[in-house]
C-alpha cells in the first residue's frame, strides 16, 4: 500500500463523515495539550510504527517482484533448452 492511498483512505473518511472525524481531532488536540510528553511519546511511536511497516511492504513488494523475475527467467532457459 502506497502512501497516496493512505492519504487517499484519510480523506475520504474526514469527508465521509465530518462530525466524528473533527471530534476524534478534538480528542487528540485536547489529550495533546493535557499531556503533551506522553502525546509526543505516542507520537513518536506511532510515526515509527509506520515506517517500519512502510519498509517492510516496500520490502515485501520488492521481493515478489525478484520472485516473477527468477521464474520467468527459469521459463526463459527451459523454452530455450528444448529447442
Do not use: N
Amino acid at each position: 500500500m502506497e502512501f497516496s492511498e493512505l492519504i487517499d483512505i484519510a480523506t475520504s473518511f474526514c469527508t465521509g463523515h465530518p462530525l466524528l472525524a473533527v471530534f476524534i481531532g478534538a480528542l487528540l488536540a485536547l489529550y495533546a495539550w493535557r499531556e503533551p510528553k506522553e502525546a509526543f511519546k505516542i507520537a513518536a511511536v506511532l510515526v515509527l510504527l509506520g515506517v517500519v511497516l512502510y519498509f517492510l511492504t516496500l520490502f515485501g513488494q520488492t521481493t515478489s517482484t525478484a520472485i516473477l523475475e527468477k521464474d520467468e527467467m527459469i521459463y526463459k532457459t527451459r523454452d530455450a533448452l528444448d529447442k
